[in-house]
């Protein structure tokens, strides 16, 4: 049994975790970003001072063992205003009630991970309402993770203005993982936000698992302009520490240049490979989907992948 640790939040963390919850013989956990301050998540936030669930939310429903329409209904969002529950989402209502009833937003997410029967663990790496910043290149400071990407600015780094206490399951799981995977994804909103909490750095650096970055296949406005792939993994070092990465999957597929320019008028170019040598291993691989015009990543095709670099290693 492995012991394998996927780090992020978001959609990019929910598609991985549909295909990795059915590779046999691994003990999986998700830690889970709580820096979203926007939408439902940002508002129940400030009403009752917990922390954000919105991320905690949808990798609950991607690691459900089968995804049901009760697990369709806790993505559901209620029309109208944003007052009363209009523009809530029912899980996030649901995961409210739960902490406040037992008193404990740790126990909220395993109580309904069990009735939802959930394949592995979640984590969140604090239990604290936490507040992201980002030091832009030119020193401006960015409040909010919401607002970070609607800044026409290159990020240095993110960092919290106080220390933030991480939850002692994200500290054990990291301390006894096999593999640790950075999912994909909001770039610095979802994965490097977790990484920055007081501890789960070092936890890291001393744990000598193979560290696999799975990168996202398109930059994305706001957070990763003009970055490379090398770009991707000196920010993760930059947050964590030299050697903070030891393998890089990224796509071989081949995208066509109707969707390409699709994208770039969104403002996203690919992901390319600007350097000739690496500190770190390399794999290209097929990982991409292309379903409904989009450039997505596939949750099977990463099982696979994954499935091959955790059989590499028992061999």
Avoid: W
Avoid at 169 to 182: F, K, N, R, S
Wanted: aromatic content about 6%; some cysteine.
């Amino acid at each position: 049994m492995k012991n394998v640790v996927v780090i992020g939040g978001g959609t990019g963390l929910s598609v991985m975790l549909r295909g990795l919850k059915r590779i046999e013989n691994i003990n999986l956990t998700a830690i889970v970003t709580v820096a979203d301050d926007g939408g439902s998540t940002g508002r129940i936030r400030r009403q009752f001072h917990i922390p954000a669930m919105g991320d905690v939310r949808n990798v609950m429903c991607a690691m459900a063992e089968e995804e049901t329409i009760f697990t369709s209904l806790m993505n559901f969002r209620f029309d109208g205003e944003e007052k009363d529950i209009g523009g809530h989402n029912l899980g996030n209502l649901i995961l409210t009630a739960l902490t406040q009833t037992t008193g404990s937003f740790m126990e909220a997410i395993s109580t309904f991970s069990k009735f939802l029967n959930v394949r592995g663990n979640i984590v969140p790496c604090s239990s604290e309402v936490v507040t992201l910043y980002a030091m832009m290149e030119d020193g401006t400071i960015v409040r909010g993770e919401s607002n970070i990407p609607s800044f026409n600015n290159r990020i240095d780094k993110v960092f919290y203005q106080e220390k933030v206490t991480p939850t002692a399951e994200a500290l054990q799981a990291i301390h006894e993982a096999d593999v640790i995977v950075y999912g994909i994804g909001s770039f610095y909103t979802s994965i490097l936000s977790n990484v920055i909490v007081d501890g789960i750095a070092e936890r890291l650096k001393s744990n000598p698992a193979k560290k696999i970055y799975f990168c996202n296949a398109m930059t994305q406005p706001g957070e990763t302009d003009d970055f490379s792939l090398e770009d991707h993994v000196r920010a993760i070092e930059q947050h964590v520490g030299a050697h903070a990465v030891d393998i890089v999957i990224t796509h071989n597929n081949v995208v066509s240049e109707e969707l390409l320019c699709k994208y770039r008028d969104m403002g996203s170019e690919p992901v390319r490979i600007v350097e000739d040598s690496h500190t770190y291993q390399i794999l290209k691989r097929d990982v991409l989907s292309f379903e409904d015009h989009l450039i997505r990543h596939d949750s099977n095709k990463i099982k696979a992948v994954l499935e091959e670099l955790i059989n590499s290693e028992e061999g």
